[in-house]
């Protein structure tokens, strides 16, 4: 897509840093990130998001999205790593291509996620698994 940031990133039209690339995903450094070493995995291919995705591509980001993970781990020193993927705007998906972002974690590092919690009502479990179980293909 012409006016996608990533596929500007891809195609070299904008400048990264890149810590990885094959010919099916390039990963680099975020510019905006949570903690330093904060890295994107995109397939170069565009989809805009999970949904669109061939489960084959998925299956090769997550994979690297490992081996990446390991390595940022250990060259940081970092005490865990998130994997966080945002779909659609109501979950802070901002660029409409398809991404993981790796966040190395720190002790003390203030990066706060599930603000709280909520309980399901009595028999409410049942429910909404019926509901996901009806819309599974």
């Not at 669109?52 to 250990?74: C, D, G, R």
């Not at 291509?97 to 409410?124: L, V």
Request: hydrophobic share 35%.
């Amino acid at each position: 897509m012409k006016t996608c940031l990533f596929c500007k990133i891809i195609s070299g039209e904008i400048p990264s840093t890149k810590v990885y690339e094959n010919d099916t995903v390039l990963a680099f450094l975020d510019i905006h990130p949570v903690n330093i070493g904060h890295t994107l995995v995109i397939p170069k291919t565009h989809h805009t998001n999970l949904y669109e995705t061939p489960n084959e591509t998925l299956a090769h980001m997550m994979t690297v999205t490992k081996k990446l993970s390991i390595a940022i781990k250990s060259a940081l020193n970092a005490d865990g790593i998130n994997i966080e993927m945002n779909n659609d705007p109501i979950a802070g998906q901002i660029i409409f291509h398809t991404h993981i972002h790796i966040i190395p974690r720190f002790q003390g590092d203030s990066f706060t996620h599930w603000h709280g919690a909520r309980d399901y009502r009595e028999g409410e479990t049942d429910e909404i698994a019926q509901k996901i179980k009806l819309g599974l293909n």
